[in-house]
């Protein structure tokens, strides 16, 4: 029975889509909060996430590029009120696989997460995150480079995944700071330079490039 994460800070609408979901044959686990659904989304497995982007607290927006960092294999369908163009496009830009704009069918939303929590995970080309001569495989949580494969722990393989994807641009050490660790992160922190430390160890000193006073940019191999 396929898992789904409703996301939603409005009781009724997520009673209303589980009932919905439950019906169809899902297990479906609701929350309210943005914090809340990344902890029960790193502490557990489900199929597809269905998210709000208006939520107190940490908006939807930021909730779907930090569980992406964490977990770059989860689909997720933002189910939100913000039905602007630029909305959509940036949550597509940030992973997100389905967008429905509120007010919605029923029907209509059971059929699209029948469909995306039905997928086999993802076709093959989305597992992989190739540049140059690393790959990242998203589901084993390991980096090949030319043949050796290395094991990372959570938050470096998280690291390393959010500096791949935008590989060639340079990340700054806020954005990095709150994309893979958290806002509860003071800002002063040196914990990303530890990190990118223990990375350039492991992948080679010229893997990672410092951008004096901004931030970091990953250089293809």
């Given amino acids: 029975m396929p898992r789904i994460l409703v996301v939603d800070d409005e009781p009724k609408i997520c009673r209303f889509v589980s009932r919905a979901l439950e019906r169809d044959g899902h297990s479906v686990v609701t929350t309210g909060g943005g914090t809340d659904a990344l902890q029960l989304a790193q502490e557990g497995e489900f199929a597809l996430v269905v998210l709000d982007l208006m939520l107190p607290g940490m908006n939807g927006f930021d909730v779907l590029r930090r569980m992406l960092a964490h977990h770059p294999g989860q689909r997720v369908l933002v189910l939100s009120a913000v039905g602007d163009v630029s909305a959509k496009i940036e949550c597509f830009a940030s992973g997100a696989i389905d967008y429905l704009a509120k007010p919605f069918a029923v029907a209509e939303l059971v059929a699209r997460v029948r469909l995306r929590a039905s997928d086999p995970s993802r076709p093959p080309s989305h597992r992989w995150l190739r540049v140059g001569a690393f790959s990242l495989d998203l589901d084993r949580r390991t980096v090949t480079l030319r043949g050796r494969v290395i094991h990372l722990p959570h938050r470096e393989f998280a690291l390393l995944s959010q500096l ?58």
């Fill in 164 to 221: 791949m994807r935008r590989a060639g641009e340079v990340c700054g050490r806020d954005e990095l700071l709150a994309n893979v660790w958290g806002f509860t992160f003071d800002t002063s922190s040196n914990v990303v330079d530890v990190y990118v430390r223990r990375l350039r160890t492991k992948l080679g000193a010229d893997s990672i490039e410092t951008v004096r006073n901004v931030g970091y940019s990953f250089v293809a191999g």
